[in-house]
């Protein structure tokens, strides 16, 4: 199976949306403001259009497979995470929702925000790929630290991370939930 690396574009937003939300789970409702399942699936495709964000089209990189979007890997420079967060939190600010959203990285970290692998597609070694793909960027791009978060029950990708390198710098918390923070050195 063939699979290629791109970046995204608007036009995948339908497919990248679903994908952001089986990443992210219950802190997309707090990302989007909003509740029920479509609307904040609605919110998700509406950031990944928009170029101000951390889950802009801009800061993603699609897994494909002829035409199927197959993974994502949402990537962004540390030091840029608080200027999307605050255009964010401006965006919610105009739904009447005032929040603080969490910085997830230190600022000399080029920073995996969100990776996920469509169900139908995992265990091919396509997370992998992205992982690949997201230090070999980082390097091209001239960082010494490639980092992320993972939730601490999620034990399997815990354990991909620290085969691909990456090793536990220290306990890391957002909307209130426990994340381990995660490094590699490129």
Not at 83 to 94: K, V
Not at 97 to 119: F, S
Request: aromatic share 8%; charged share 25%; glycine share 6%.
């Amino acid at each position: 199976m063939t699979i290629s690396i791109r970046k995204a574009t608007p036009q995948d937003a339908k497919m990248v949306a679903p994908l952001i939300y089986d990443a992210i789970g219950d802190i997309a409702n707090n990302l989007t403001g909003e509740q029920e399942l479509s609307k904040v699936i609605n919110s998700l495709e509406q950031f990944v259009v928009e170029t101000t964000n951390r889950h802009s089209y801009l800061n993603t990189f699609v897994a494909v497979k002829d035409t199927d979007i197959l993974g994502i890997v949402v990537l962004y420079d540390g030091k840029r995470g608080d200027d999307l967060d605050r255009q964010l939190e401006q965006q919610l600010a105009e739904k009447n929702i005032h929040v603080t959203l969490d910085v997830e990285a230190h600022t000399n970290e080029y920073y995996i925000d969100t990776i996920c692998v469509a169900q139908n597609a995992r265990g091919l070694g396509i997370g992998t790929k992205l992982l690949h793909f997201a230090e070999q960027h980082a390097k091209e791009l001239g960082y010494q630290k490639l980092s992320l978060n993972v939730e601490l029950e999620k034990f399997d990708a815990r354990r991909l991370y620290e085969r691909m390198g990456f090793v536990v710098t220290e306990p890391w918390t957002i909307i209130n939930e426990p994340f381990h923070h995660m490094v590699k050195s490129l």
